[in-house]
């Protein structure tokens, strides 16, 4: 079993930043990537970065250039450093595992952002 515990989340102003902290504990083995996806009130689960165990990162269109993941392997802790933070990134954000047999998914952390 795995177990994801993020932090971080808050309100801040538009135009603040906000790091986002997640760490996997458990029966972790084979690990091919880590990341963060977020979730707003009546729309679906949306990419926000994807970090792999050898430090390829993908992004969401939306998130491009504002936010950068970061991961310590031996540690099993991800980060999303948020920065420029608009309205629109307000969300319930999740932190993901993908190991070679199963996704695991912690239970997300909210961020709002006021204008």
């Known amino acids: 079993q795995v177990q994801l515990v993020e932090s971080g989340g808050g309100l801040v102003q538009a135009g603040g930043s906000l790091r986002l902290s997640c760490v996997a504990s458990?029966?972790?083995?084979?690990?091919?990537?880590m990341g963060w996806y977020r979730q707003a009130p009546g729309k679906q689960r949306e990419l926000v970065a994807t970090?792999?165990?050898?430090?390829?990162?993908n992004y969401g269109d939306s998130t491009k250039g504002r936010f950068t993941i970061s991961r310590v392997n031996f540690k099993n802790t991800v980060y999303l450093q948020m920065n420029s933070l608009q309205p629109e990134d307000t969300a319930v954000y999740y932190c993901?595992?993908?190991?070679?047999?199963?996704?695991?998914w912690g239970q997300g952390t909210q961020v709002t952002v006021s204008s």
């Open positions: 993901n595992l993908n190991s070679i047999d199963n996704d695991f």
């Open positions: 458990g029966s972790i083995f084979s690990v091919n990537a």
């Open positions: 970090i792999t165990r050898y430090g390829s990162t």
